[in-house]
C-alpha cells in the first residue's frame, strides 16, 4: 500500500511519519495552505459584546490557535461566563488547554450534525453565538441555530487557500510510486483533488481507495466516481491510521 495524505500542514506531516513508521509508503501533498484569516483584529471586541452565558465555537484546531494567538498579542484573555464548543475532541482538548475552561463537543458524531444534539444547543431562544471558522465552509450549523432561535456571528479566523501544484509531475510521482489509496479530510480538498487530476487520469484516480472521515463526504466522493470508499471512525490522525489498515 502506498498513500497520498492530502491533509494540510503539521497534522498532515504527522500522519505521513505514523505511516511511514509503521512501514507503510505515504507521500504528502496538501492541497490547501492555512494563512491568519481577515477579521482577526474584530475578535476581542465580538467577545466582550457577547453577553453571560453565549457561546463560542470553534471550528478547528486552526481557527483556535488563531484566535489565541491575536487574544495573546492584544493581551486579552478568553471570558469565563461564556460557553465553549467545537465539533471534535482533539480541538476540544486543545481548546480547553488554551482557556482554562470546559469545552463542548459531541462525543458521538463529530460533525454539525453532532453538535446540533447537544443538550445546551436545543433551546437557543435569545442565545448569541459565535463562530470562529475559516473563510467560506458549511452553513449547516448556522442556518439550524438560527431556525433555533439564535443570532449567529461568524468570524474569519484563518483562511484556506489552493495550492497550485504542475498536474502532470504530481500524478506522475504518484503513479510512479504506486500510490493507491488517498486521505482527504473535507469536501473542499476532494474537490480540488479532482480539479488536479487531468482527466485522462481519472480512471486511475477513482481506483484508488479513498479514507475519509464522513459520510458527507463518502456522498460527494460516490458522486464524481470513487466506489472504494472508508470512513474513519473519527477525524483525527490516529482514527485515520486505523482505518488505512483495515
Same mark, same amino acid.
Given at each position: 500500500?502506498?498513500?497520498?495524505?492530502?491533509?494540510?500542514?503539521?497534522?498532515?506531516?504527522?500522519?505521513?511519519?505514523?505511516?511511514?513508521?509503521?512501514?507503510?509508503?505515504?507521500?504528502?501533498?496538501?492541497?490547501?495552505?492555512?494563512?491568519?484569516?481577515?477579521?482577526?483584529?474584530?475578535?476581542?471586541?465580538?467577545?466582550?459584546?457577547?453577553?453571560?452565558?453565549?457561546?463560542?465555537?470553534?471550528?478547528?484546531?486552526?481557527?483556535?490557535?488563531?484566535?489565541?494567538?491575536?487574544?495573546?498579542?492584544?493581551?486579552?484573555?478568553?471570558?469565563?461566563?461564556?460557553?465553549?464548543?467545537?465539533?471534535?475532541?482533539?480541538?476540544?482538548?486543545?481548546?480547553?488547554?488554551?482557556?482554562?475552561?470546559?469545552?463542548?463537543?459531541?462525543?458521538?458524531?463529530?460533525?454539525?450534525?453532532?453538535?446540533?444534539?447537544?443538550?445546551?444547543?436545543?433551546?437557543?431562544?435569545?442565545?448569541?453565538?459565535?463562530?470562529?471558522?475559516?473563510?467560506?465552509?458549511?452553513?449547516?450549523?448556522?442556518?439550524?441555530?438560527?431556525?433555533?432561535?439564535?443570532?449567529?456571528?461568524?468570524?474569519?479566523?484563518?483562511?484556506?487557500?489552493?495550492?497550485?501544484?504542475?498536474?502532470?509531475?504530481?500524478?506522475? &510521482?504518484?503513479?510512479?510510486? +504506486?500510490?493507491?489509496? #488517498? %486521505? =482527504?479530510?473535507?469536501?473542499?480538498?476532494?474537490?480540488? *483533488?479532482?480539479?488536479?487530476?487531468?482527466?485522462?487520469?481519472?480512471?486511475?484516480?477513482?481506483?484508488?481507495?479513498?479514507?475519509?472521515?464522513?459520510?458527507?463526504?463518502?456522498? &460527494?466522493?460516490?458522486?464524481? +466516481?470513487?466506489?472504494? #470508499? %472508508? =470512513?474513519?471512525?473519527?477525524?483525527?490522525?490516529?482514527? *485515520?491510521?486505523?482505518?488505512?489498515?483495515?
Amino acid at each position: 500500500m502506498a498513500v497520498l495524505i492530502t491533509r494540510p500542514g503539521e497534522r498532515g506531516e504527522r500522519l505521513v511519519e505514523m505511516l511511514n513508521k509503521a512501514g507503510i509508503m505515504a507521500l504528502h501533498l496538501p492541497l490547501i495552505s492555512i494563512i491568519a484569516g481577515q477579521e482577526l483584529n474584530r475578535l476581542p471586541n465580538k467577545l466582550q459584546q457577547l453577553n453571560c452565558g453565549d457561546y463560542v465555537v470553534a471550528v478547528s484546531k486552526n481557527a483556535v490557535e488563531y484566535a489565541q494567538k491575536t487574544l495573546s498579542a492584544v493581551g486579552f484573555c478568553w471570558r469565563s461566563d461564556l460557553y465553549y464548543f467545537t465539533v471534535g475532541q482533539r480541538t476540544a482538548e486543545y481548546f480547553a488547554s488554551q482557556i482554562e475552561n470546559s469545552v463542548y463537543y459531541p462525543v458521538e458524531q463529530e460533525s454539525s450534525e453532532g453538535l446540533l444534539n447537544l443538550p445546551q444547543m436545543q433551546d437557543l431562544q435569545a442565545r448569541n453565538i459565535l463562530i470562529l471558522r475559516a473563510n467560506g465552509g458549511r452553513e449547516f450549523f448556522t442556518e439550524q441555530a438560527i431556525l433555533r432561535g439564535a443570532k449567529v456571528e461568524t468570524l474569519e479566523c484563518y483562511q484556506r487557500m489552493p495550492i497550485e501544484y504542475n498536474k502532470l509531475e504530481k500524478i506522475s &510521482l504518484c503513479q510512479r510510486i +504506486g500510490v493507491d489509496t #488517498i %486521505v =482527504v479530510t473535507s469536501q473542499e480538498m476532494l474537490n480540488y *483533488l479532482v480539479k488536479l487530476v487531468p482527466t485522462n487520469e481519472t480512471g486511475w484516480l477513482f481506483s484508488c481507495r479513498l479514507v475519509t472521515v464522513s459520510q458527507r463526504i463518502a456522498a &460527494l466522493a460516490k458522486s464524481v +466516481g470513487w466506489t472504494n #470508499i %472508508v =470512513v474513519a471512525d473519527k477525524a483525527d490522525n490516529l482514527s *485515520l491510521f486505523l482505518a488505512l489498515q483495515q
